[in-house]
């Protein structure tokens, strides 16, 4: 075997399983913004970034949950993006919600690490911030950010 083929053999795998990392936004937000610090690479954290009403006071309390999901077109039977009856603003879900991790009052930010796990490269998931805003004297309101589509590489 000449040597140029077997260079080539030996490292089509490592190129097949290449994927740099990513992060894109998309959609728009309504009172909050959503960005991120960093790439999703293996091995090493990421932030994604919080830029909306964040804390709590005697009567007042703007709380932002990440939401994270597998899809931005479908979350179940439900088409996405959907704009339901309780978000303000005009702007809605645009994300499936698997999973959601909120921060503390006045935070602006959650750390993302991603493990050392080559089987993590390529995969994509999308964040979405949603901030709930109670307070003493009125009926929860909701406010979505625009998304970020993270894809997890090198």
């Given at each position: 075997?000449?040597?140029?083929?077997?260079?080539?053999?030996?490292?089509?795998p490592?190129?097949?399983?290449?994927?740099?990392a990513s992060?894109?936004?998309?959609g728009t937000g309504?009172?909050?913004?959503l960005t991120?610090n960093?790439?999703?690479?293996?091995?090493?954290?990421?932030?994604?970034?919080?830029n909306?009403?964040?804390f709590?006071n005697?009567?007042?309390c703007?709380?932002p949950v990440?939401l994270t999901g597998?899809?931005?077109?479908?979350?179940?039977?439900?088409?996405?993006?959907?704009q339901?009856?309780?978000?303000?603003g005009?702007?809605g879900?645009?994300?499936?919600?698997?999973?959601?991790?909120p921060?503390?009052?006045?935070k602006?930010?959650?750390d993302?690490?991603i493990?050392?796990?080559?089987?993590?490269?390529?995969?994509?998931?999308y964040?979405?911030w949603?901030t709930l805003?109670?307070?003493?004297?009125?009926?929860?309101t909701?406010?979505?950010s625009?998304?970020g589509i993270?894809t997890?590489?090198?």
């Amino acid at each position: 075997m000449r040597l140029p083929t077997l260079l080539a053999v030996l490292l089509l795998p490592s190129f097949l399983s290449a994927q740099t990392a990513s992060y894109a936004l998309f959609g728009t937000g309504c009172s909050t913004q959503l960005t991120a610090n960093g790439l999703p690479q293996i091995g090493k954290s990421f932030t994604v970034v919080y830029n909306g009403p964040s804390f709590c006071n005697a009567t007042v309390c703007a709380q932002p949950v990440l939401l994270t999901g597998l899809s931005n077109t479908q979350w179940g039977s439900i088409k996405l993006p959907i704009q339901p009856s309780f978000a303000i603003g005009g702007c809605g879900l645009l994300v499936s919600i698997e999973f959601m991790a909120p921060i503390a009052p006045g935070k602006k930010s959650l750390d993302i690490p991603i493990p050392n796990d080559g089987r993590l490269i390529g995969l994509r998931f999308y964040h979405q911030w949603m901030t709930l805003m109670t307070a003493t004297s009125s009926a929860t309101t909701v406010y979505f950010s625009n998304g970020g589509i993270m894809t997890v590489g090198t």
